[in-house]
Every structure is written in structure tokens, then in C-alpha cells.
């Protein structure tokens, strides 16, 4: 089935390099706590809509009776959080650094400040 394919994704990742799994309650609700479990006959929520989908005249999209939508968890994500992980770490370190630069424009700014008042009262 093509739902399945890393073309077919919403999210950028391979689902072939996951697992499907599923959530089940243990205990009631109000105890947050979970278990996982080998099989639960609820992991993947597939709807079809056999109404035709609408396509944008010139799009990539093609013009198709029905379409299928999945809605499954899998590991496999763990690949695009990594990529945005990354994404993040480079933008933090960006602002680390131009933290860092600030932080260095003032202590020459005042080392500057300093040496024109030590001028001033040599006379």
C-alpha cells in the first residue's frame, strides 16, 4: 500500500525504519501512568473519502476518485525530532554566539569608556 511509503508522509521520516506501536491505559485515567504492549488492535486509524480530493490546476498533485488518510504512532519519527533537535541546537548556538559578541562589544565599549576618563584625569 502506498500509505505506507516514506512518499506518502506527512512528516519526513521512514516508517520501514520503526515500529508501529500503541498507548494502552493500565489503570484509570487519573493515574497517568501507561504500559506498552506487544499487540493492540488499535494502533493504525485509516479513513477513506471517496469523495474526489480537490487539485490545484498546475499543482504536482494528481487528480485521483478517493483518497486514504492513516493516523499511526510509530518510532520512525524519532528521525525528524532529531533533525529539529539539530535545527535547534544551531539556532541556540547562533544566539549564544551573538550573545557572546554583545557581551564583547561592551567590555570594549567600556574598557574604551575607562581609558578616556583615565586620560581626562592624568590632566
Not at 505506507?4 to 519526513?12: A, E, G, W
Not at 520503526?18 to 479513513?47: E, H, I, Q
Not at 487539485?55 to 493516523?71: F, Q, T, Y
Amino acid at each position: 500500500m502506498l500509505v505506507f511509503q516514506p512518499t506518502s508522509q506527512m512528516v519526513k521520516c521512514d516508517p520501514r525504519n520503526g515500529k508501529y506501536m500503541a498507548v494502552v491505559p493500565s489503570l484509570p485515567w487519573p493515574t497517568n501512568r501507561f504500559s506498552f504492549v506487544d499487540w493492540c488492535p488499535t494502533g493504525f486509524k485509516v479513513g477513506i473519502n471517496y469523495q474526489a480530493p480537490t487539485v490545484v490546476p498546475g499543482g504536482d498533485l494528481a487528480k485521483v476518485p478517493r483518497a486514504v488518510c492513516m493516523l499511526a504512532n510509530t518510532t520512525a519519527i524519532a528521525e525528524a525530532w532529531a533533525r529539529l533537535d539539530h535545527k535547534f541546537d544551531l539556532m541556540y548556538a547562533s544566539v549564544l554566539l551573538s550573545t557572546d559578541l554583545a557581551s564583547l562589544e561592551k567590555d570594549y565599549e567600556e574598557v574604551a569608556a575607562d581609558s578616556v576618563k583615565d586620560e581626562e584625569a592624568e590632566y
